[in-house]
């Protein structure tokens, strides 16, 4: 059976850090694209990231870019989405998919991913 299982959500103040990790299951990292996405309370779905498992590309959203950072343990099957300076409008629920497709998918709200995990909290108070 596939899984993703996120964790390291919390409530951090504004300008701090939270290092997200996505464990997955049941399946080779190798072959998908893991992305890290996020929704807030009324708001769709927005694509944060993502990494290739089979060149390890990476893709960041302009809210992310320079502030996240996408890594994979290949041998742990986890991805990690470190996030620095980050700002209340940061706070949403981030879930983890995985998928065949490549950025664009992400970059797209993630319709056409495969798997999802659950999701974990992250509120960052100003």
């Known amino acids: 059976e596939m899984q993703l299982v996120e964790s390291g959500g919390g409530l951090v103040q504004a300008g701090g850090s939270l290092r997200l990790s996505c464990l997955a299951s049941?399946?080779?990292?190798?072959?998908?694209?893991i992305g890290w996405f996020r929704q807030a309370p009324g708001k769709e779905r927005e694509g944060v990231s993502c990494?290739?498992?089979?060149?390890?590309?990476?893709y960041y959203a302009d809210s992310a870019q320079g502030r996240f950072t996408i890594s994979s343990d290949n041998a742990k099957n986890t991805v990690y989405l470190q996030m620095n300076s980050l700002k209340p409008e940061d706070t949403a629920v981030y879930y983890c998919?995985?998928?065949?497709?490549?950025?664009?998918?992400?970059?797209?709200?993630?319709?056409?991913?495969?798997?999802w995990g659950k999701g974990t909290l992250v509120t960052v108070s100003s």
């Open positions: 049941g399946f080779t990292f190798d072959d998908y694209t």
């Open positions: 998919a995985a998928g065949l497709g490549d950025f664009t998918v992400v970059a797209g709200g993630g319709y056409g991913m495969d798997y």
């Open positions: 990494i290739s498992g089979s060149d390890g590309s990476k």
